[in-house]
């Protein structure tokens, strides 16, 4: 059991555009998602925290304006990237925790953004 | 100062040989521990938690020092699929996972 999913595994994109990831929990019921971001050879950031209808929580310096995320479900969080930019082309990670376990988190396979 | 530190490497060992690294926190409050594992343009996965009186899972060993703030991993026997990134991650007590940039491993036969 818990698995969680990411759609789409890559994405590129032209500058300006904007690019929506999903994230899905397939066999347990997330009432908090996290959305990460990974640069090469740097540790996994913590970009915001979502909780099952109610407003994401954005870690300092993400702009909330730019990363978009919704979290409607007990089941799908979803993070849009408005008007992409080269700079925010990176490995985004989704994870995934149970009610009252948000330190065992499982993580989705990822999304490799590129903007060209 | 980040949060979790770790030597990058890499390190580079023969199948069978026996292999040992750390990583430092910063936040004494620090309450939990984990130990993940990173493959190439991959997830990161759950390797194993680490306890206060130190644990042991197959051919992995981790210990934690709180005095100290550090934890360690040891891997004996290494095969090459051990080959990949060991990131060490925190918990600082809330929901929030502080992870290291990585230790690589590269077991060649």
């Known amino acids: 059991g818990a698995v969680v999913s990411q759609h789409p595994s890559w994405v590129i994109c032209k500058s300006g555009t904007s690019v929506k990831i999903e994230c899905r929990s397939l066999?347990?019921?997330?009432?908090?998602m996290f959305w990460y971001r990974q640069f090469p050879k740097q540790s996994l950031m913590l970009m915001a925290t979502?909780?099952?209808?109610?407003?994401?929580?954005?870690e300092q310096g993400v702009e909330k304006d730019k990363f978009l995320i919704n979290h409607a479900s007990l089941t799908l969080s979803t993070l849009t990237v408005t008007s992409a930019h080269p700079e925010d082309s990176s490995f985004y990670i989704c994870?995934?925790?149970?009610?009252?376990?948000?330190?065992?988190?499982?993580f989705g396979p990822g999304t490799r953004l590129t903007v060209t | 100062r980040k949060e979790v530190e770790q030597d990058p490497g890499p390190f580079n060992v023969p199948e069978g040989a026996t292999v040992a690294f750390n990583c430092t926190y910063s936040?004494?409050?620090?309450?939990?521990f984990f130990w993940y594992r990173q493959d190439c343009r991959k997830e990161p996965k759950l390797l194993m938690s680490?306890?206060?009186s130190g644990n042991e899972d197959g051919r992995f060993t981790a210990q934690l020092n709180r005095a100290s703030q550090y934890i360690s991993l040891l891997i004996r026997d290494s095969k090459l699929s051990d080959s990949a990134t060991y990131l060490c991650?925190?918990?600082?007590?809330?929901?929030?996972?502080?992870f290291g940039a990585g230790t690589t491993v590269t077991v060649r036969a």
């Open positions: 991650v925190v918990n600082m007590g809330d929901y929030k996972l502080s």
């Open positions: 994870s995934a925790s149970r009610q009252g376990m948000a330190y065992e988190q499982y």
């Open positions: 680490v306890y206060s």
């Open positions: 979502s909780n099952e209808g109610s407003k994401a929580t954005y």
């Open positions: 936040n004494s409050a620090s309450q939990s």
């Open positions: 066999d347990f019921q997330a009432t908090t």
